[in-house]
């Protein structure tokens, strides 16, 4: 079966940090780009990075770079998203997604995702 779980969110105060996980089963994530996107409610979606194994890419939104990481683990076909120096407006649901990672549209390209995990962040 062809899925993407993700894990690791939770309520943390402005400056902590969360590690999101993203279990993929179905395929292998070095074949597929995967992304992680997050949405507040009333917001547009956003892309918050995305990783691309096989053509050894990394690209990270303007807001996420020097904070977040994002690191794959192909044997276990696992994706992560290490979220550090949170801030109040990193509120949002996160997921992950299959997309083409690449250029700076990648974010407007997404395929099969999870439910998401929400990641909560007071002041």
């Known amino acids: 079966q062809v899925q993407l779980v993700e894990s690791g969110g939770g309520l943390v105060q402005s400056g902590g940090s969360l590690r999101l996980s993203c279990a993929t089963s179905g395929f292998s994530v070095h074949d597929y780009a995967i992304g992680w996107f997050r949405q507040a409610p009333g917001k547009e979606r956003e892309g918050v990075s995305c990783?691309?194994?096989?053509?050894?890419?990394?690209i990270y939104a303007d807001f996420a770079e020097g904070r977040f990481t994002i690191a794959a683990d192909n044997a276990k076909n696992m994706v992560y998203l290490a979220l550090d120096a949170l801030r109040p407006e990193d509120t949002a649901l996160y997921y992950c997604?299959?997309?083409?990672?690449?250029?700076?549209?990648?974010?407007?390209?997404?395929?099969?995702r999870g439910q998401g995990t929400q990641v909560t962040v007071s002041e």
């Open positions: 997604a299959t997309t083409f990672c690449e250029g700076s549209g990648w974010h407007h390209s997404s395929g099969l």
């Open positions: 990783i691309n194994l096989k053509e050894d890419r990394v």
